[in-house]
Structures are given as structure tokens and as C-alpha cells.
């Protein structure tokens, strides 16, 4: 048994958030079976959390709408839902009883006794989890940022002998209190996103940094050199070897891989044309190459030999909710990209999708985030009349700025993504794509973007299978 794990044995546990996304279940469940006291709070009433409840396996105190004071105090451990921040009055209280205080990652971290690449950013971190996963191979285990892998869940899996290296997706929320140090540490990009909750886009890189901070000079830090936020993080003196990853020809000196040509190459002392991949951007899309050039960089890394690397290039997964094709109906295209949650991971998509025959699904809740370069590309890769959006509090700002330049009155927008679908298909004459790629976060209408996803999923079947019959 762990340190960790002793340290919450027949110990009184507050968990604050219980949520019902499936990661306060896997907390409180894990935290039972390891021996806690436990008790939990959420601001929200008990009938929010009844299927929730039903999952949790043993006894438990709840402290539903309202928590004291004094339960808090009462407490030996406080463990905080990534949901929660850390103004709320309740972690700010048990900081000031210095009260130890734990989150989902923290646990984790402590737990697991496999090497660690831990992968961060604001665009593009699941993708490239996904296929380094990959690109390291069966014995390599992904945990972290995802209802079907929360990482307390994954963490027993750990355990296994087969597991000899874990990819863990991890984002800012769970890095807010974060001191351990990954082996490997990459950040793929940084840009404008969870300003609602770090306040300023400084403040948040500063809580990225923190997946490095701890990391001594046996551990190696992957940076993206074309990213303007690189040379802040350089500015924090990482203790970590550091490589770099680069669309274009990296300076001498500078230790990393590089994309020119068609080609990847590798500089260390030397440069050397590791990779062919000619067609790569043809079908993933151009603003997959710095997934893939990171993906590729943990992997050699890890010593992968670049033969097997390549072999798998060539049959990299398709990662679910990231631009994925869920569907053709004569000869339209359908596309899911409900991941795109921030204006510029919508922007990649309709780089990649847009032009006259496609019809965007875009829209959704506001995050304090700007929308005029979103604004722009719509404009530039898509008609006017293609363009259908779901209403929001995000999609009133993409109004806005749409309304700059166009008469907006000619653009759709709609309650429900049912009437948004309904309206799509009326303009699929010919061959046409559908993209729903919201560019926005969820929260107005829907759990979370895995709940959006889902449900565009379900409307979609349900609509070809009702369009196929009448056919």
C-alpha cells in the first residue's frame, strides 16, 4: 500500500463536488475503497445527483446546497472535484486551517508507480495523447481528462505488469495544485481559453507551467518552439532536459524535430531526415502536423525505433469527438468535432472542411474568450447561407463579429441541435459536408462536450435511419 493511500485510511475525507460527469463517482469510490471516512458536498441539491448517488459503493455523509463550517473543520483531508476552483469559500477555509488538501491528480500522481507522460496545452493535447499512446504501443496505458478514462478509475490498471508507461492527458484544472514531476512533460500550444476561471491568459499559463515545475534534469520537457508562449515558459528555468517540436526548420543548437518539405527531420548535434510523410496532410489536416511531430518527438524519446514509428503513421486512430467522420448519407460527409470547444480549435476544423459545399453547426456557451478571428475564417471558407448556429451566450459574440462584415440576418440560428440537424440536411443537395464543430463550451445546454457529442451522434442515426426509410 501507497503512502498516499495510508495517509486516507480511517481518515474523515470531505470530497467537495461530487458532479455528475462520473469523476466525483470514481473519486468517493476510490477513496471508500480505500479505507476513508467520507463525506461529500455540492452546492447543488440532492435530487441533481440521484444517479450519481445510486453509483457510490458504501457509506457516506452528504452536505447538499450547504456546507458548514464546521464540517470542514471536522475533516482530516479535504479532496477537491476539478469542477471546483480554488476561490471557492470552502477550499479558501480549509487552506486556512491548513487542512491538506488533495485533487484527482494529485491522487494519482502519488499512486502510480509507472513512468509518466503527462501532456498539456490548449489545443490538440487529446489527439496527441491518443496517438502516443499509440505510437508507443500495447504496453503503454492513456488515463486523465475523459468520462471513459477518469484517472482514478484507471489507476489499479497501473498496477499491471503489462503497463510500462502511462499518457495522461491532463488539464489546467488539474494542475492547479500539482507537484509531482512526469518523466515526460509536453505542452502542446497555448492559447486564449479558461480566462472565466484563471482570470488572465498569464495566470494560465502559469498553472500549465506547473506540469514542469517539479521536474529534475533525468526528466525531459517538450516544448512547441512556433508558440509565442514558449519563451515564457523558458523564462521559468526548467530543471528538465527540453526539446522542441516545430513546423518549420528549428535554429542550430536546438534539439528537436522539425517538419519541411513532406519530411521530418531530427536535430540533435546533427540533422537527420527521419520521415516521409508526403500525404499526411491531405488526410489529417495541416494543424494535425504539430500533434504528430510531438506524438512522434515522446515517442523516439522512448526509444522507438523510427522503422516502427513510421509503420504506425500510417495507421493512426481516428480520436473520437476530434473531426471524426460518424456518418455518410449519399454522398454527404458528416463530421463531429465537438471537441473544438475554444474559436480556435473551430477554426482548424473549418480550415480543414470548409469550403462552398459545407454547412457548419457551430455555437454554444460563452467562456470569455474573443471571436473575430473566428469571425474571419468562417467568412473566408464558408457561404453565408451555410452557416447554422445554435444559441448561446458564445454564439451572440460570433454574431457580433460575423455582423462586422455581413448582413447576419441570412445566417440560421437555432433553440435546439435537433432544428439545427433538421435545417443541415435541407441544404445537403449534392455532395456536401456536415460539420459540427461548436467552437465554444456547453455548459447552456448540454453536461458537457462529451454529453453534445453524444447527443449529435444520437440526432444523426436517427435522422439517416428515418431518411433511408422514407427513401
Not at 233 to 258: M, R
Not at 360 to 369: E, F, H
Request: some cysteine; aromatic content about 10%; glycine content about 6%.
Amino acid at each position: 500500500m501507497s503512502i498516499t493511500k495510508n495517509k486516507f485510511k480511517n481518515k474523515k475525507v470531505l470530497l467537495v463536488g461530487l458532479g455528475i460527469l462520473g469523476g466525483g463517482v470514481t473519486t468517493a469510490n476510490w477513496l471508500l475503497k480505500n479505507g476513508a471516512k467520507l463525506s461529500i458536498t455540492d452546492s447543488k441539491p440532492k435530487e441533481y445527483f440521484n444517479d450519481s448517488i445510486k453509483q457510490i459503493k458504501g457509506k457516506v455523509n452528504y452536505f447538499f446546497e450547504k456546507c458548514e463550517e464546521k464540517n470542514v473543520a471536522d475533516a482530516d483531508i479535504i479532496v477537491i472535484n476539478q469542477a471546483v476552483p480554488q476561490t471557492n469559500q470552502l477550499v479558501q477555509l480549509a487552506e486556512k486551517l491548513n487542512k491538506p488538501i488533495y485533487n484527482e491528480s494529485k491522487i494519482f500522481y502519488e499512486n502510480c508507480k509507472k513512468p509518466i507522460v503527462a501532456i498539456t496545452g490548449t489545443r490538440g493535447k487529446t489527439t496527441t495523447t491518443n496517438w502516443t499512446a499509440y505510437l508507443l504501443g500495447k504496453n503503454a496505458i492513456i488515463a486523465g481528462n475523459s468520462t471513459d478514462q477518469p484517472l482514478l478509475k484507471i489507476l489499479p490498471k497501473t498496477d499491471s505488469e503489462t503497463c510500462k508507461m502511462v499518457v495522461n492527458e491532463i488539464p489546467s484544472f488539474q494542475l492547479e495544485r500539482f507537484s509531482s514531476a512526469p518523466h515526460i512533460a509536453l505542452i502542446t500550444n497555448i492559447f486564449v481559453d479558461h480566462l472565466n476561471r484563471h482570470g488572465t491568459l498569464e495566470n494560465y499559463a502559469k498553472v500549465k507551467a506547473n506540469v514542469f515545475k517539479n521536474q529534475s534534469k533525468n526528466d525531459k520537457l517538450i516544448l512547441n518552439y512556433d508558440n509565442e508562449w514558449t519563451n515564457f515558459f523558458l523564462k521559468q528555468n526548467p530543471k528538465a532536459e527540453v526539446w522542441f517540436f516545430s513546423l518549420n526548420k528549428l535554429p542550430e543548437n536546438t534539439k528537436g524535430i522539425y517538419y519541411q518539405n513532406g519530411s521530418i527531420y531530427l536535430q540533435t548535434k546533427k540533422v537527420e531526415k527521419v520521415l516521409d510523410i508526403e500525404d499526411f496532410v491531405e488526410f489529417w489536416g495541416k494543424h494535425n502536423l504539430a500533434n504528430l511531430l510531438s506524438a512522434i518527438l515522446v515517442a523516439y524519446l522512448d526509444n522507438i525505433k523510427w522503422a516502427d514509428i513510421n509503420k504506425k503513421i500510417k495507421t493512426l486512430p481516428q480520436v473520437k469527438y476530434r473531426q471524426e467522420l460518424i456518418a455518410t448519407f449519399g454522398k454527404t460527409k458528416i463530421i463531429n468535432d465537438t471537441s473544438a470547444t475554444s474559436p480556435e480549435g473551430g477554426m482548424a476544423a473549418i480550415e480543414r472542411f470548409g469550403s462552398k459545399n459545407c454547412i457548419l453547426i457551430s455555437g454554444g456557451t460563452d467562456a470569455g474568450l474573443e471571436y473575430k478571428d473566428w469571425a474571419k475564417t468562417a467568412l473566408k471558407y464558408l457561404p453565408i447561407k451555410n452557416m447554422i448556429l445554435l444559441d448561446g451566450s458564445a454564439t451572440k459574440k460570433m454574431l457580433t463579429e460575423l455582423g462586422k462584415d455581413i448582413d447576419i440576418s441570412k445566417i440560421s440560428v437555432k433553440d435546439t441541435l435537433e432544428a439545427c440537424v433538421d435545417l443541415a440536411f435541407k441544404k445537403i443537395t449534392g455532395g456536401k459536408t456536415i460539420l459540427f464543430s461548436p467552437s465554444a463550451k456547453s455548459f447552456e445546454k448540454f453536461k458537457n462536450e462529451f454529453d453534445r457529442g453524444e447527443k449529435f451522434n444520437k440526432i444523426i442515426k436517427q435522422k439517416t435511419a428515418y431518411l433511408r426509410k422514407k427513401a
